[in-house]
């Protein structure tokens, strides 16, 4: 098993529709982070949060640390936001442990 | 300036040839990352820099050699690839070598080997 568990793998939407991707892991962390990957390559980090929720824009993170899992959700989706979205979490050290990523297309 | 460049976007080396990629940032970052990443797949980490010293090898074959010559620069010398070593090459940055440092990345040096 996965020390990091997304789902679903794969996503497809309507505009508009409110999106959801899930995010579990086995093990305490110190911090978990949500990363967005377009096609091109490169990796954005959308959050870090180690409690509670953030919020910026369209996008939202939550994080239960007692059930050990995080949400992220998209408001109002929109074609941009097509890709690929990781879950990555800060168990020891400096090293991050990724998720599989969750690859998320929404259509027009 | 919170970019994280690199250069060349895109590499094709054969077996025989030796290159190196560079990647920089100016954000004042003490910890610089190189990671690997096959497709449909997450990063890997490879190697981490903390103030300009090497603190993490994740058992890379020695035919990838970090360098990190300043706070804001950090190479990768690739010499005798092998053809499954062609992949997307991220270098990320953070303020600090925790796992609880926001790192950011680069676009990426997508890498062939002939």
Known sequence: KNEVEQSPQNLTAQEGEFITINCSYSVGISALHWLQQHPGGGIVSLFMLSSGKKKHGRLIATINIQEKHSSLHITASHPRDSAVYICAVGISGSRLTFGEGTQLTVNP | DTEVTQTPKHLVMGMTNKKSL?????????????????????????????????????????????????????????????????????????????????????????????
């Not at chain 2, 096959?38 to 360098?67: C, D, G, Q, T, W």
């Not at chain 2, 499954?84 to 953070?94: F, K, R, V």
């Not at chain 2, 790192?103 to 002939?114: D, K, S």
Request: glycine content about 6%.
């Open chain 2, 22 to 114: 560079k990647c920089e940032q100016h954000m004042g970052h003490r910890a610089m990352y190189w990671y690997k990443q096959k497709a449909k797949k997450p990063p890997e980490l490879m190697f981490v820099y903390s103030y300009e010293k090497l603190s993490i090898n994740e058992s890379v074959p020695s035919r990838f050699s970090p360098e990190c010559p300043n706070s804001s620069l950090l190479n990768l010398h690739l010499h005798a690839l092998q053809p499954e070593d062609s992949a997307l090459y991220l270098c990320a940055s953070s303020r600090g070598s925790g796992d609880s440092y926001e790192q950011y990345f680069g676009p990426g040096t997508r890498l062939t080997v002939t």
